[in-house]
């Protein structure tokens, strides 16, 4: 398969092709997306672009843009024989990536290639990898060698070490998922948006957006709450017996908490989305390309930052919902994770 054969992945495709197009490949992609075959088919097509023979488009510097799909180097990746090209799943038993094996794959990286122009090493299910295998991994992963790429793919990115991702340039793959969202959410996120770009981003101005913030996930947790009060058997039967309301009780605030947790994560990835986009257009990415390509205020917010300090605005918001999985007081974790986003 080649790049074109991916129509539906969304902008990582067109981020790939404009690093290749620049000749600045990141060193480590951490592939994301819900399809682990649709994330191993890509980062063997990039594999297969970086030694294809007879590459069927190139760059203005010269650098093939993607594979001819017929070459004996693209035969041989596509048939898992290609001596340069490794690959790392986890083992069948375990299900997991242990430190033996990350210790094995670390040699043959520093050795040079044998037929290849790019060395070229994919750890599929990634986060599959033990902590010993990762942390041992990090120094390989910070620094490979010249003409070497480290692809890590995961359809669970949550639970990556943060120490590995951050090594990494993270792309999403699997479609424009920012059309999910409900017209309520996209005109929140349209005031959003404009009280971020119209600020200048001081101390107050962090903390009115923060407000915004905090004031939806408010209304969000009255209106589940007011729904599934209405809904819960306390409001049928108030004259049940004391054990049984109890449990009703206990029965109702659960499940206030679970459905309040699940559309917050809905959102947060909201907001992430928009980040997203900030951070493509911080990279004079084409606006076709982003989730929500109608808000102006997108650019006005990228041309305030630089691309790494937009994706390390993702990061953060990450951090921030691996923060609010936990016992954390929930506007503490968003007033730290807002305050250190660059806007």
Not at 84 to 106: F, G, N, T, Y
Not at 110 to 116: F, G, S
Not at 155 to 177: A, D, N, Q, Y
Request: aromatic share 6%.
């Amino acid at each position: 398969m080649a790049f074109t054969d991916f129509p539906s992945s969304g902008p990582g495709i067109e981020l790939l092709r404009r690093s290749l197009e620049r000749g600045r490949l990141a060193h480590g992609y951490l592939f994301s997306g819900g399809e682990l075959d649709e994330l191993e088919g890509l980062a063997r097509t990039l594999a297969k672009t970086l030694n294809c023979e007879r590459p069927p488009r190139r760059g203005a510097n010269g650098v093939a843009l993607d594979s001819c799909d017929t070459c004996l180097a693209c035969r041989k990746i596509a048939d898992g024989n290609h001596a340069d090209v490794h690959w790392v799943r986890p083992e069948s038993k375990s299900r997991q990536i242990a430190v033996d094996l990350m210790r094995e794959v670390m040699q043959q990286i520093y050795l040079k290639p044998t037929e290849a122009a790019w060395k070229v090493t994919i750890v599929m299910a990634a986060d599959r990898l033990t902590p010993q295998a990762a942390n041992a991994f990090l120094k390989t992963l910070e620094e490979p060698p010249p003409r070497s790429i480290i692809i890590l793919t995961t359809t669970e990115p949550e639970r990556m070490l943060e120490t590995i991702e951050s090594r990494c340039l993270r792309l999403k793959f699997g479609g424009e998922e920012g059309k999910r969202f409900s017209a309520e959410q996209r005109e929140w996120l349209a005031g959003f948006a404009a009280t971020v770009a119209a600020e200048n981003q001081g101390l107050l101005a962090r903390y009115r957006v923060l407000d915004r913030l905090l004031q939806q996930l408010a209304a969000l947790r009255e209106t589940i709450e007011k729904t599934l009060t209405e809904r819960s058997p306390l409001e049928k039967y108030p004259d049940a017996e004391k054990e049984q309301l109890e449990r009703w009780e206990d029965e109702l605030q659960a499940a206030i908490e679970a459905e309040y947790r699940r559309q917050r994560a809905d959102w947060l990835g909201l907001l992430h989305w928009w980040l997203r986009d900030v951070w493509l257009a911080a990279q004079g990415a084409d606006p076709a390309l982003f989730a929500f390509p109608h808000l102006a205020e997108t650019g006005v917010v990228a041309g305030r930052v630089t691309a790494a300090q937009a994706a390390a605005n993702l990061r953060t918001l990450e951090d921030t919902q691996r923060l609010l999985h936990t016992n954390v007081q929930e506007a503490l974790a968003l007033e730290v994770g807002l305050l250190k986003l660059h806007l």
